[in-house]
């Protein structure tokens, strides 16, 4: 599914990535294997400053979901994703390499996950269509807080591009700014403005707030795909980044029950 935004990060070390093989060439690393096999996860930065494994929801969906089929894994970090686009021609984040083998997007990632250890993420056809209603619904709500909410786009550019040279802070954010909210609009996302974004983000809110009083998990009794992309969104929320955002959802007392006990059932 297609993320048009940008979600450029700065990261102090750069990894530089090897391998020549285009992906198009490569196997799809196949989860029958008898041996373990050794899994990379290609991301940027962890966002510690605000408590996050990663200031990405996919990557921070991947580390959560990895971790609750119990798999272990290492991270490989880059400065943008454009450094693992030799992996990932869509030049984005997360890849996971499995044996070496890239695997991108991060719901392709989710689906080996679930195969390589069943019974861990439950994975229904209607929690697969929810997974992808928060990679691509819930995520819009998520990159306008950060881009073009104006009430905090100081502590996320502050966050972004703390280390980057003057230039990059001073120009080139503004640019990627005004690049990442025209893909907003383009999305319908931002189209009618702040308070139209925001109007529909709350009534989205209760509408979760309601629905996730009924089970332990969205769909039931077991974690599932919908609530590791669900929590990749809304958890991203949940921080002093976003503080109106995080309000929203702190005020809605289900939803953040909900977020809390999905997030005890993947930080092992
Ligand atoms: N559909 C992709 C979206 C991934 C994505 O948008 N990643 C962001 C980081 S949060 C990225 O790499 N952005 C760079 C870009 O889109 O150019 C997935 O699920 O993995």
């Not at 060439?25 to 008898?34: C, D, E, F, K, V």
């Not at 290609?42 to 990557?59: D, K, N, Q, T, Y």
């Not at 979901?65 to 984005?92: D, E, I």
């Not at 994975?123 to 992808?132: K, Q, Y």
């Amino acid at each position: 599914m297609p993320m048009n935004a940008i979600n450029l990060l700065q990261v102090p070390q750069t990894t530089s990535e090897t391998s020549d093989t285009p992906p198009a060439a490569r196997r799809l690393p196949s989860t029958a294997q008898t041996s373990t096999p050794t899994l990379v996860l290609c991301e940027l930065r962890a966002a510690s400053e605000i408590g996050l494994e990663s200031h990405s929801p996919f990557c921070l969906k991947i580390h959560r979901s990895l971790r609750a089929a119990g798999l272990a894994y290492t991270s490989r970090h880059g400065s943008r994703p454009s450094v693992f686009s030799k992996l990932n021609p869509r030049a984005q984040v997360p890849v996971l390499l499995v044996d070496g083998q890239p695997i991108v997007d991060s719901s392709a990632i989710l689906s080996y996950i679930v195969d390589a250890r069943p019974g861990t993420i439950s994975a229904t056809a209607e929690e697969w269509l929810m997974e992808d209603w928060a990679d691509t619904s819930l995520n819009g709500f998520l990159v306008a807080s950060r881009w073009a909410d104006d009430r905090n786009w100081d502590r996320v550019r502050q966050a972004y591009f703390a280390e980057a040279p003057w230039f990059v802070r001073t120009l080139v954010a503004p640019m990627l700014r005004r690049k990442v909210v025209s893909t907003l609009v383009a999305r319908d996302v931002w189209r009618g403005g702040a308070e139209a974004c925001w109007t529909s983000f709350e009534r989205t809110l209760d509408r979760l707030d309601t629905r996730v009083r009924r089970h332990a998990f969205f769909s039931g009794p077991r974690l599932s795909v919908a609530d590791l992309a669900i929590f990749g969104q809304l958890h991203s929320l949940r921080t002093e980044l976003t503080p109106w955002q995080r309000d929203a959802v702190l005020a809605r007392p289900g939803l953040s029950r909900y977020l809390d006990h999905v997030n005890e059932a993947t930080a092992v």
